[in-house]
Every structure is written in C-alpha cells, then in structure tokens.
C-alpha cells in the first residue's frame, strides 16, 4: 500500500496485532469502517435479491418462506449491523477526538472493547441467519416471534450484544467531548458534527437498553415458552411494541443525526461560510434527540391505542419535523450568498436534502393518524422510512466518506468518477422508492412475496433504481479502492476548511497533532480570514 | 482533575442506562399489573415475606458498611475500611442466599415462570406475575454478583495500599453502583412482597 513510508496511523506502530489490539481512535474507527462496509455489501445483496425476485407478480425467484427471511434479514443487517455503527462508530470515532483537538477519546480501551463486542454480536447475528435463518421482519413483533421455528433467539441474543457496543461507544463519546476538548474550546465552539455525535451518543446510552431488554424477552420466551407476551397467559402483545419502538423510533435519529451533522460540516466548508444560526441548528440536534424519545407510538396507531394518545403521538411526532426543517432552513440559510464549491461531498449533501424534505414531509403525512390508517404497513410506509432514514443515513454516510477521504487516506479520489457515481447513487435511489410510495398508495402491502398484476410496472422501475443504485455504491467502492492505491498526495487540507481535524497533518500522525494544538479560532471563522 | 470528572461520567452513564434497563420491566410490571390485579396480589401473598423483609435489610446495612468505608478511607484508616467492605460481601452474599433459598422453595412448590407454572392457579395472569418476579429478581441478582466483584476489587486495591486517602475515586464510584443496585431492590420489594391489596 502506498500509504507506507509516510508516520501516519496507518504504519505507526507496524503490525497486524498492533492493528487488532489498537487503542487509537482512528484506527478503530478504521477497523468499524472496514466491517459496516462488508455489512451494507451483505445487506444490500438482500435487497437486491428482493427486488428481482419482486419483478413478476407470482415471485418465480424464491419461494414464500424464503422471502420472508430475506427482508428480515435485509433489514436486522442494515439496521444494526451498518446504519447504527456506521457515522457514529466508525467516522465519529475517527473524527471527533481530532475535531475538539484530543489526544484519543476519554477510554481507549473501551472503545476498543466496543469494537470487539460489535464483532461478536454481528457473528452471533451472521451465525443465526445461517442457523435457520430469522423471518419475523427486523421487528421481531411478539408473539409470532416467540412462535416461529427461525433462529429468533440467537438472533435476538446477537442484536443484544451490539447493543452493548453501542452503549460503550456512547459513553465514550459523550466523556469524550465534556472533558477532553482542548483548552479553551467551549460548548458554543464545538464543530457541528460533535454536536450531533453528543446527542445521537445521549440516544445510544438511554433508548439502546430497552431494545436490549425487549430482545432479551423475545429471545427468552422462544427458548422457555415464557408466555410473557402471549393472551392465553394474560399478556399482550401490544407490550412488546411499546418496548420496542421506545429503542427504535429514538433509532432512527441515531442514524439521522450523525448525517445531519455531516450535512451541516459539509455545507459550511463547501459554502465557505459560517453556518447560519449555529445555536438554532444546535438546540434542534438536541431537541430531535429528546423529543425523539417521546414519538414511538406513531408505530402502533392502529395496533390498538386511545385516540389521546394518538393525537398526543402524532403531534409530538410533527414537533420532530419542525425541528428538521429548522436544519433545512439553516443549511440553505448558509448556502445563500456563500461561494458553494461544486464538489462531490456537497453533491451528496443535494441529494441528503431532497430526500430529507420529500422524507420528512411524508412522515408528516403519516404522522397524521387518519391518513395512517390508509397507509400503515403497506409500502408508502416502507418508501417513506427509505427515504429519510436509509437514504438520509447513506448520502450523510457517502458525503462524510468522500469528504474526509482525504483526511484519512491523505489521497484524493478521482472527481469525475465520483460524480458519475454520486448521479447513479442519487437517481438510482430516487427510482427505486418513488415508484413504492406510489404502491403503497394504491394499495400494495409491505412484505408481501406475490402481487397482483397491476402492480408490476412500478415493482419494475423500483427494480431497476435498485440496480443502478448498487452499480453506483459498486463504482464508488472501486475508485475509492484506486484513490487508496494510486490517488494522487491530497494535501493536509484540500478543501480549505477551518475546522479543527484539518489543522493535524493528512494522514494524521498516532497522536493526532504534530505540535500540540493550540485554540485561536472556531471551526467556521471563515468570515475573518476570508478563506474563500 | 480531568480524569476524575470523565470516570464520574461514566459511571453516572452506566447507571442511567442500567435504570432504563430495568424501567423497561417497570413498565410490564405497571401494565400487567393494572391488567390483573387479583393475580397480582395473590402474587404477592404467595412469595415469602420474611425474606423480602430480611433482605432489605441486609441489602440497607451493605449500603451502610459501603457508606462506612469511604469515612475511613478518607480518615486513613485501611484496616477499617477493609472489614467494612468484608462486611458489605458477607451482607450480599446473605442476600443471595437467601434469594436462592425462595427460588428453591417456589420451584419445589411448581412455581416456575413462563407456561411451565404448575404451583397454585390464582387467576389469569398468574404465570405473568411469576414470570416478571424470576426476571426483576434475577436481573437484579446478576447486578448484585457484579457489584460484589467490584467491591471486592475495591477491597483488594485498599489493602494494597492503591486506595487511600488521597486517592479513592474508584471506591467512591464502586459505593454509587452499590447505592444504585440497592436502590432497584428497594422498588422490588414493595412490588413483590408487600403491596398484597
């Protein structure tokens, strides 16, 4: 690799088990990035599968069961094996000891530990789905869960144990940024992103234990015949909805959050501008990440609920959305009048927006529980949560990585490739879930094996969004494995920006800063300097 | 300074996650609870008061005794702190004890959780109070195992010298989850042993 040569972490200290066995935060954020990439390449061979097999109405591809396993499985690895870990767990880690100016996050050791612990959830996950297999859908929804002859417990045993990770990331991050910023930064100078790594962290330590827990009792009950949420004991089903959605609503914004913090990083330094109104954009971060834990019942509006609650739901719900469209505002706030430079990272951030608005708004429409009704569990529903949290999530997570391929490799990537890629990515994307809310609105239901004929020309261009979708995610792994290997030398910082990690060398030394930093100025004073 | 204030971090995040653990079978308690009163407080009547009584008690004084070593640790006194953290595991180990003892009488009694409940029937939702009451009480054991190696832990590095007056952040943060962990029993014992209507 031609990484050699230069003192970066990449080399320093030499050696597989120093690799293994590192404390430093960029190279476990490395070890992360490496695994969350081979889970979106497992759980997106799934979904490919899925959509071929959905191209004809009578599913000529797999049989019913099968099926049924492939969305459970497309969607536990995706969830819990790439969108959770992906922004926080690998690029955070990279990132926020660097962007406060630290040395490493507050417990090395831990974060190691998490990365370990991860691993071994997603083998016990991985070793579930190949031992029988899981068709519950990623919900795991009692008491068919506590049912089915699939490896539930094992699988719920797996997605237990990267729930510790998870809260051993959290809590790394969050004694991370209160006392290991360098001196002199003070909250109101923390970088965006930090921000939003700080609330999705307050997420992972308090929503991530009672999934834990949910799961634990599903897998228990499948293994004992505890009963626990079945009506012929008295229990109910219902139950384990609330404990579930308690952990995966407030979920989602663990995996939005981080992409919002990406998107505001991005906008800033392609703008060259301070961001407009950085406590708004804040105080929204923190707001999503505590209301969030208030909207999980917007999942059960008709699985039985008062119609207060409902409205109590659904307004709280909406609040959300105006905390988003806070950030909406914000980013385009900075955008206007700013010198934008057109480059691949601010392209993906287009695409975050588009989808976010189009995502966002038509969770207000489901947040609406009279249109819920119409739409619940059909594919509008699916359409909808693709395209604010996957597709949310994945440009925020191909935005970060193409804008801090330089950082981290000190490499640059071939721009027209990714543009090309990033135009195939975003289309793609489009095509393949425009066409479901459509579907759904007519009618078609979510996790469905066959179909009736009427629907097939929209199962088909979904199809082929889903194919040009994965050619761009293929291309861009390929030119990113080029850059690795023969980009040319980046430069520190090749896009100008002021934030802290730009000001250690790129690649960064094993201990971050070269001289140790000193803090004159924020990470948006571009105003001052003119640096545009 | 620095290194205090991220360990305090830490463990306050420990705790609060660990509460949200167990408020998620508060939760189930409170619901099946309102669900099937009468089989609750039957429920309650059936398991052994005087060991919910008991071990409060002891799981109180260990509080105490943990309470009593940091005063001697910080008064300099290592040879009283150690017996009063010999005398916190004693304490824990009784509550243990004493746990496994109403275990064994429930199981030989048919009382078992889940479908396999065979002791007396009390009405719908019987199986559920069992159930929760094996799940609270267990989950609540295996935390009080590991408070238990970590004071012991502590025990160790006070007579090492390791803890001392200077230096006895790590006794103080192991004293937190003890209270904590102590703390959870003090809501499981009204709810399984005394609110019987």
Known sequence: ?532 | MNDDRRYRIAVWIVIASEALLFAGLFALYASYRSEHAAAFEAGVRADIQWIGGVNTLLLLASSFAIAWAIHQVRGGRPRAATWSLAAVIALGLGFLGLKLFEWSEHIADGIVPGIAYAGPDRGPGTSLFFTLYYGMTGLHAVHVVAGLLLVAWVLVRVRRGRIDRERHLALELVALYWHFVDAIWVFLWPMFYLMHG
């Not at chain 1, 071994?120 to 029988?132: F, H, P, S, T, W």
């Not at chain 1, 109101?188 to 991530?208: C, E, H, K, M, N």
């Not at chain 1, 739901?313 to 955008?335: E, H, Q, R, Y």
């Not at chain 1, 993906?348 to 969770?363: A, C, D, E, N």
């Open chain 1, 1 to 532: 690799m031609s990484l050699r040569g230069i003192a970066s972490f990449w080399s320093q200290p030499h050696g597989l088990r120093a690799w293994l066995a590192t404390h430093d935060h960029k190279r476990i954020g490395m070890l992360y990035l490496g695994t969350v990439l081979a889970f979106l390449l497992l759980g997106g061979v799934f979904a490919l599968v899925l959509r071929l097999s959905l191209v004809s109405p009578d599913n000529a591809l797999v049989d019913a069961h099968s099926y049924d396993e492939l969305f459970t499985h497309h969607g536990i690895v995706m969830v819990w094996l790439f969108m959770i870990p992906s922004i926080p767990s690998a690029l955070g880690n990279f990132l926020v000891p660097l962007m406060i100016g630290a040395r490493d996050v507050a417990f090395p050791r831990i974060n190691l530990a998490s990365y370990w612990v991860f691993v071994l959830g997603a083998i016990v996950v991985l070793a579930a789905l190949i031992a029988g297999g899981v068709d519950t859908g990623w919900t795991f929804y009692a008491p068919y869960s506590t049912t089915t002859r699939t490896a539930t417990t094992l699988a719920a045993v797996g997605v237990f144990v990267t729930g510790v990770s998870s809260i051993l990331t959290g809590l790394n991050f969050i004694a991370t940024i209160h006392t290991m910023r360098v001196k002199g930064m003070r909250w109101r100078d923390l970088p965006l992103f930090v921000w939003a790594i700080y609330g999705t962290s307050i997420i992972l330590v308090l929503a991530t234990p009672v999934l834990g827990l949910a799961l634990l009792l599903v897998g228990a009950d499948h293994a004992w015949g505890l009963g626990l949420f079945d009506p012929a004991t008295g229990g109910d089903p219902v139950l384990f909805e609330h404990l579930f959605w308690f952990y995966s609503h407030p979920a989602v914004y663990i995996m939005i959050l981080p992409a919002m913090g990406v998107v505001s990083e991005v906008v800033a330094t392609f703008s060259h501008r301070r961001p407009s109104w950085y406590g708004a954009i804040v105080a929204a971060t923190i707001g999503i990440a505590l209301v969030g834990f208030l909207t999980w019942g917007h999942h059960m509006f008709v699985a039985g609920m008062s119609t207060f609650d409902v409205g109590m739901f659904g307004a709280l719900s909406m609040l959300v959305a105006i905390f988003s469209a806070i950030k909406v505002f914000t980013w385009t706030a900075t955008m206007y009048g700013g010198s934008i430079t057109i480059a691949t990272p601010i392209l993906y951030v287009f695409t975050f927006i588009f989808l976010f608005v189009f995502g966002g708004m038509s969770g207000v429409a489901v947040a609406t529980s009279s249109l819920d009704v119409h739409w619940h569990d059909t594919y509008f529903v699916v359409a909808h949560f693709h395209f604010i949290m996957v597709g949310g999530t994945m440009t925020g997570f191909l935005a970060a990585l193409h804008y801090w391929f330089p950082k981290i490799t000190g490499k640059m990537y071939s721009e027209a490739w990714a543009k090309l890629a990033c135009a195939a990515v975003s289309v793609g994307f489009v095509l393949t879930f425009t066409p479901q809310f459509l579907l759904g609105n007519a009618g078609m239901p979510r996790r469905y094996a066959t179909y009736p004929p009427q629907y097939q020309a929209l199962h088909i261009v979904s199809t082929v969004g889903a194919c040009l979708l994965a050619l761009g995610m293929l291309v861009t792994l390929g030119y990113l494995v080029v850059a690795v290997a023969r980009g040319r030398a980046a430069g520190p910082n090749p896009w100008r920006s002021r934030s802290f990690e730009w000001r250690s060398p790129s690649p960064p030394p094993p201990h971050n800063f070269d001289d140790p930093p000193v803090w004159t100025d924020g990470p948006y004073d571009y105003d001052e300097r003119g640096a545009a």
